[in-house]
């Protein structure tokens, strides 16, 4: 009876000391930074410089201007457990939202969440998710129904991502990056629907003392509502994608009131799959507008940032984007043409909650 009583307490022991074992992995840290940004946008709705010119703007968006201010208050929490003994895994969830002051109608939420796991340095996995439930583009014309009204024009966008980095030579680092995103829009615009395929190689490099990167990707854009008996569907609005960019950042030792200062430049070339000629209807204005067409973007951005405390750190920032239009219609220029540029100033604080242990 003794020796059963034993054998029981050693049992007992062996499981809490096991249990603790587990258990410690998942006693860390949650991390949490929290940011606002102020920012300001000369051309909210990326009206061209026709639609800009126009009297009838006011016909096509849900704003009395068309540049704003805005704000963008997020939440980003980052939780680092060993759940295996010499993995790290990361959860990562981050929430925010866009609020507009000259068109709520244009202000969105996105929602991100993230896991990975950790192999060594610089080599890992990852799985992402990113949700925006709901996208104000503008006002169009929903060619089902009418041919002068305009309706408003909404979807939502979600993403999923698999991406697998590892290291080389040198502290420098490459990541291969599946996307998957869905563009669902409102029921009086389903005819636009597609589902992009994208991949991304991107390397990261140290150069010149910099921290350095560049990438290419190629997306697929399946027009998945085209050919569906509606009459706007006739037009089958897939296309390709090329992007190409680059990212430097560069520590400022000499100047006290900064300590980074960084850049990058993405080229974007996209090209709307060409329709059978037979079949196009010349006095569809929908027809010619998709047809054969190319587009090509430039965005810029650069930033200064500086740590106000251990906690608190600042940013600023200015962003510049411009679309260019090649298309076998001369006036097909005059409306998806534009040029943007936005400046946000960005705050944030960070820390932790150490609840769990």
């Known amino acids: 009876m003794i020796k059963t009583r034993q054998l ?26 929290s940011s606002m940004s102020v920012g300001y946008d000369n051309n909210l709705f990326r009206l061209s410089n026709l639609n800009l010119e126009s009297n009838t703007s006011s016909n096509i968006i849900d704003s009395d201007t068309f540049d704003t201010g805005y704000i963008t208050p997020k939440l980003q929490i980052d939780y680092q457990p060993y759940i295996f003994s010499s993995l790290k895994t990361d959860f990562d969830f981050s929430l925010s939202r866009n609020h507009y002051f000259s068109s709520p109608e244009k202000s969105f939420n996105i929602l991100y969440s993230q896991i990975g796991i950790k192999f060594a340095p610089y080599q890992s996995f990852k799985f992402a998710h990113r949700y925006i439930p709901k996208y104000y583009l503008r006002n169009y014309i929903d060619h089902d129904m009418s041919t002068d009204v305009n309706q408003i024009c909404t979807f939502s966008i979600e993403s999923f991502s698999f991406s697998y980095s590892l290291p080389l030579l040198n502290k420098n680092w490459v990541k291969l990056r599946f996307i998957r995103t869905n563009y669902f829009y409102n029921n009086s615009f389903t005819e636009f629907d597609t589902r992009i395929n994208q991949l991304e190689l991107k390397y990261y490099f140290r150069f010149l003392k910099m921290s350095n990167s560049i990438w290419y990707s190629y997306s697929d854009g399946d027009n998945i509502s085209s050919g569906d008996g509606f009459f706007s569907s006739k037009i089958n609005r897939s296309y390709i994608e090329h992007n190409l960019g680059f990212s430097l ?17 993405m080229l974007e070339n996209r090209f709307y799959k060409a329709e059978n000629e037979n079949n196009l209807s010349f006095s569809s204005w929908e027809d010619a507008l998709h047809n054969g067409r190319t587009h090509s973007e430039v965005n810029f951005s650069i930033w200064i940032d500086r740590k106000l405390t251990d906690e608190i750190s600042n940013q600023f920032k200015f962003k510049f984007r411009k679309r260019t239009v090649e298309s076998d219609y001369y006036w097909v220029s005059d409306f998806k043409e534009f040029n943007k540029f936005e400046i946000i100033y960005k705050i944030s604080f960070s820390s932790n909650f150490n609840i769990l242990y």
Do not use: A, Q
């Open 8 to 33: 029981l307490l050693s049992l007992l022991l062996l499981s809490v000391l096991y249990t603790n074992t587990i258990f410690s992995g998942f006693r860390v840290p949650i991390y949490y930074t």
């Open 249 to 265: 950042k560069k520590k400022i030792r000499k100047v006290n009131l900064l300590d980074n200062l960084g850049t990058s430049l």
